[in-house]
Antibody, heavy 117, light 107 residues
């Protein structure tokens, strides 16, 4: 059974750094793209970017290019989403999901990130 | 940047058909997928590659994609289908993008 398990909720201050993770199981992790989706409070889904763990190639939405960094570690079958300096506007639920070519077929449970002074 | 537009809301009576549209420039040339998100839950894939249903998704969910519009149709809508629905498009030039989302209410 394919499962994606995300790290727990985070509360951070503006300017702080953060890395959240998503651990995959039940499939060959290096062989599937995996991506991140943002959902701000009360708003819709936003496609952020994806990574192919096999060679660490990434594709970012123009809206998120340079704002976040996506990485993967095949040794622990995990993908990560990282910020170097958080803003209040980064407050959102973040979902990881497996990307099966042109759609997301399995989703994690979400990680709530709250940025507040 | 590429944009996908959906109606904000659709209302349907139980047992009737709900149609949700997703509009984008030459959308028919790209692959479209659809996701259902119930309150407080993660999204669930209900249609991929325009017309295909994942295992476990009821047959009442169907999809089409042509010209500038993709459509998700829910036939014989049930109360459990009340949720937000999002389309998503993909091709190598745009990477991925989600639609604006549609709230389906079963009256």
């Amino acid at each position: 059974e394919v499962q994606l398990v995300q790290s727990g909720a985070e509360v951070k201050k503006p300017g702080e750094s953060l890395k959240i993770s998503c651990k995959g199981s039940g499939y060959n992790f290096p062989s599937y793209w995996i991506g991140w989706v943002r959902q701000m409070p009360g708003k819709g889904l936003e496609w952020m970017g994806i990574i192919y763990p096999g060679d660490s190639k990434t594709k970012y939405s123009p809206s998120f290019q340079g704002q976040v960094s996506i990485s993967a570690d095949n040794s622990i079958s995990a993908a990560s989403l990282q910020w170097s300096s958080l803003k209040a506007s980064d407050t959102a639920m973040y979902y990881c999901a497996r990307h099966a070519g042109n759609y997301f077929d399995y989703w994690g449970q979400g990680t709530l990130v709250t940025v507040s002074s | 940047s590429y944009e996908l537009t959906q109606p904000p809301s659709v209302s349907v009576s139980p047992g009737q058909t709900a149609s949700i549209t997703c509009s984008g420039d030459k959308l028919g040339d790209k692959y479209a997928s659809w996701y259902q998100q119930k309150a407080g839950q993660s999204p669930v894939l209900v249609i991929y590659q325009d017309t295909k249903r994942p295992s476990g998704i009821p047959e009442r969910f169907s999809g089409s994609n042509s010209g500038n519009t993709a459509t998700l149709t829910i036939s014989g809508t049930q109360a459990m289908d009340e949720a937000d629905y999002y389309c998503q498009a993909w091709d190598s030039s745009i990477a991925g993008v989600f639609g604006t989302g549609t709230k389906v209410t079963v009256l």
